[in-house]
Structure formats: structure tokens, C-alpha cells
């Protein structure tokens, strides 16, 4: 079977702006494949070329086997795409909302209500059926929304951004809607900007930065490629954190405080790695008030992979 995604040479660009830069993608199907990046990075724009809904200005890209320029069509019956913010009508109730998206999709009268009451089910919105969905929480309305991009089963899952907004409870939730998803076969395509959420549900992730992918792999393995551990040292006073600054010579540390005086190192986490990175930082043993020392996180791989500043989201 061919990949549920591959691309080669993406590029696009609106006017004088690059969003993409020739961008390559193989994702595996039946996994969740999260793509992480700042505002600009071009996360959204890689999900509208992917689905069909805006055309590269160079390169190729298959989705669900078919090409997203020539099979259009096919592209779009393989696919589902929930975007960052919920698109369901508040007049309608939710069982409403589930059927008219399925007669939309062409199921008859009677299919379209079995699928409706199938997906109630299966998003836990069985109870909340009969009631508005102007009444429904944010959690709930978006489990709907996601619901009814699948009243027709989708090979491909395109979620962009999807917990935006959400409370934690929220989220979590619909954490085990996307789990759910990849369990039964489906693969799914997440963009977000939660390191969290990425850790917790991707098979496999790629950091974006400026068009670009800057790093891919599993979470563990980005993390590895940063640091295995993350030195923290509270700097005594200003004076301190600015001479600390300097001695890294050009290394990036995975976090800055100046607030807190506070900065972050990479480290293997031995004993022995940490004494010198502490003896290289404060030969003097006057400028380093504490330190304290942390296993690396998805935070780190963001801060430490992604450079630019937050620009016009695309």
C-alpha cells in the first residue's frame, strides 16, 4: 500500500512571501502524524495543498494514493478536514446537524440517520442529540464538528489546530476522539501548536520553521537530538545572566528567562557533563545562585529548532 501522504518539492509562496520551501512528506497510514511549527511556519498552507483546497506552486503530492492536483475528487471522497474552529449550525441540534451533513454527502434518508446516531455514539454526544448545539459546550461542539466530517469514511483525518480554545478537560476528550481514530485504521494529520498534545498522540512528528521541516521523528528521538536533559541555572543578579549569556559562545539555550534570571542548557544529564557545564558557565562558582536539572521536552525541541518570529497565520 502506498503511504496515506506523500509529498516531494512543495513550494508556495503568496507575493513576496515564502510559506513553503520545497517540503517533503511520508507518512505511514494508520498513524497520527503531527506537524509543529510557530504562526507563519506554513502548517495551514500544507493542509489546504494537501487537501485540495489550494495548489502548490511546484512539487507533487499524493493523498489516500491519488494525486491532490490530477484526482481531485478522489483526494476529497478519501479525506476529512476539520479546521481551527468549529463549523457546526447553533439553530440545529446535534443529531440535525450529523444528518444534514450526511444527506449533503449524498447517504439516502434513512443511511443518513443510522450514520447520524452511529457518530453520536461514538463522539459520547448520544445524551446531548435531541438538544441545540448553540447549548453545547466547546469540547462538545467540537466533537461534533469532527463528527461530521465523518459521516462518509475517511482514509485520511486533517485536523488543523484542533483543540484551540479548549479547556484541558476539553481536550483530553478529544484526545481519545483522535486515539480512537488511529485504532480503528484511520490516519490523522495534526497541526497544533500544544507540545503537550503532540507528545501525547503522535506516532511521529516534524517540527516546521519558515517553511521548512527542521527536524522529524518520533518524540523521543526529537528530544534526544536537542538534549537528553535540560540544566537550568538562576543566575545571583543581572550582571550574572548577562556574563552567563555570553560564555555559551553562540549555543542556543533550549530556554531564557531574564525575568527570572534564568537560563537553560542542554546537558547528556551525567554527573560529570553537568560539573563541566557549570564550571564553563560560572568558572568563579559566584554567578549561579541554583540549578536544577530536567529530562528535555517537546518545549525544548520547539524553542531550541524554531527561530522566527510570529508572523500573518498561514
Known amino acids: 500500500m502506498p503511504p496515506a501522504v506523500h509529498a516531494t518539492g512543495l513550494r508556495k509562496a503568496y507575493r513576496d512571501v515564502r510559506v513553503l520551501e520545497s517540503l517533503d512528506l511520508d507518512i505511514e497510514r494508520g498513524t497520527v502524524f503531527s506537524l509543529l511549527g510557530p504562526n507563519g511556519a506554513g502548517k495551514t498552507t500544507t493542509v489546504r495543498i494537501l487537501a485540495t483546497l489550494t495548489d502548490a506552486d511546484a512539487g507533487h503530492a499524493r493523498v489516500a494514493g491519488h494525486d491532490v492536483r490530477a484526482e481531485r475528487p478522489a483526494v476529497r471522497r478519501a479525506i476529512s478536514l476539520t479546521g481551527q474552529f468549529a463549523a457546526v449550525d447553533e439553530l440545529q441540534t446535534g443529531e440535525e446537524n450529523l444528518r444534514m451533513m450526511a444527506r449533503l454527502s449524498g447517504l439516502p434518508r434513512a443511511a443518513a440517520h443510522r450514520r447520524a446516531a452511529e457518530l453520536l455514539e461514538r463522539f459520547g454526544l448520544t445524551a446531548a442529540a435531541r438538544r441545540p448545539a448553540r447549548g453545547y459546550s466547546g469540547g462538545m461542539r467540537r466533537r461534533l464538528d469532527l463528527a461530521a466530517g465523518l459521516v462518509r469514511d475517511a482514509e485520511v483525518v486533517f485536523l ?82 548577562e556574563r552567563a549569556t ?13 525575568g527570572t534570571l534564568t537560563l537553560g542548557v542542554p546537558t547528556d544529564g551525567t554527573a560529570a557533563h553537568v560539573r563541566t557545564r557549570l564550571d564553563a558557565l560560572d568558572p568563579d562558582r559566584t554567578d549561579v545562585a541554583r540549578f536544577s536539572l530536567h529530562t528535555a521536552t517537546l518545549d525544548d525541541v520547539f524553542l531550541a529548532l524554531t527561530t522566527q518570529k510570529e508572523k500573518t497565520h498561514v
Not at 478537560?169 to 483522535?178: A, C, D, I, T
Not at 516546521?208 to 521541516?213: H, S, V
Not at 555570553?246 to 531574564?258: C, D, F, N, Y
Open 160 to 241: 488543523d489546530e484542533p483543540t484551540t480554545g479548549l479547556d484541558p478537560r476539553s481536550r483530553q476528550e478529544l484526545w481519545q476522539v483522535v486515539r480512537g481514530l488511529a485504532d480503528d485504521g484511520t490516519t490523522v494529520f495534526l497541526t497544533t501548536q500544544y507540545l503537550e498534545e503532540a507528545d501525547q498522540l503522535a506516532d511521529r512528528i516534524a517540527v516546521m520553521d519558515a517553511g521548512r521541516l527542521v527536524a522529524e521523528g518520533t518524540a523521543a528521538e526529537l528530544k534526544a537530538r536537542v538534549a537528553g536533559h535540560r540544566l537550568d541555572l538562576v543566575l545571583a543578579d543581572t550582571g550574572a545572566y
Open 246 to 258: 555570553l560564555r555559551l559562545a553562540g549555543e542556543p539555550a533550549v530556554h531564557r528567562s531574564p
